[in-house]
């Protein structure tokens, strides 16, 4: 399928934006990160792929926010109507997820861009096919991983065994990125995702937290979201 990383492929070169399940704000988290890391290298130049998408929404919120020069397939390689696991929504379209045209759109914005962010569908855990999750794309496709958390009760159950899945992999692991998608008050961050509980458990970093963003859309807001990050854990 043509699914090993050619020669142009540099691992630094990329990173997926995974998350312990659906609904963490992986989009958000990815549009900040794009938004601050355009502010510091204007010059230089940033892909963003959807990997795969099922139903409406990402790809779209991309396009408007980041305005990007790139194809449609390349926004998002594999599109599914039905908002199901990918392998699932693609059967009742009489499809099977095709990975070889992922890696091609990928291999595309490796050929030309110096940063590239990829995000994932749900957990590590997550089938794209009925032989591949995220991790094993991870795995394959050698991608560096950051482990978006939403900051809510049962967070660190469920970063406990996507860091676990991630080590089974041997993946990269560059770090877990905290996330507001609802206002929190600070006793309910320090509850709900206590920072020294999670990396006891995980021996995971902590990249920071992303706080509650009114407007999640606004590429200032984004940027100066993600400004008090760890960026050095982020492009080591």
């Not at 861009?113 to 591949?132: F, K, M, N, R």
């Not at 065994?161 to 961050?189: K, M």
Request: net charge negative; aromatic share 8%; with cysteine.
């Amino acid at each position: 399928m043509g699914l090993s990383p050619p020669p142009l492929f540099l691992p630094k070169k990329a990173l997926l934006v995974a998350a312990t399940d659906t609904e963490c704000g992986k989009t958000v988290a990815t549009l900040a990160l794009a938004a601050y890391w355009q502010t510091q290298r204007p010059a230089a130049t940033l892909g963003v792929m959807k990997l795969v998408q099922a139903g409406p929404g990402d790809r779209e919120t991309y396009r408007q926010v980041l305005r990007l020069n790139q194809t449609d397939r390349e926004w998002n390689p594999l599109y599914f109507e039905a908002p199901l696991a990918p392998p699932l929504a693609a059967a009742l379209e009489g499809r099977v997820p095709d990975l070889a045209l992922a890696w091609q759109s990928f291999q595309g914005l490796c050929a030309r861009c110096d940063w590239i962010l990829v995000e994932a569908a749900g957990g590590l855990g997550t089938p794209i096919d009925w032989a591949w999750t995220f991790a094993d794309l991870a795995h394959h496709w050698r991608l560096p991983v950051v482990l978006v958390v939403p900051v809510q009760l049962g967070c660190i159950a469920q970063t406990v065994a996507n860091v676990a899945l991630a080590r089974q992999y041997d993946l990269n692991l560059r770090g877990i990125l905290l996330n507001c998608r609802h206002p929190r008050t600070a006793a309910e961050i320090d509850q709900w995702a206590p920072h020294a509980l999670i990396q006891s458990l995980t021996q995971a970093p902590i990249l920071g937290l992303l706080p509650y963003l009114e407007y999640p859309l606004d590429p200032s807001a984004l940027a100066a979201a993600a400004a008090g990050l760890d960026w050095e854990l982020l492009l080591p």
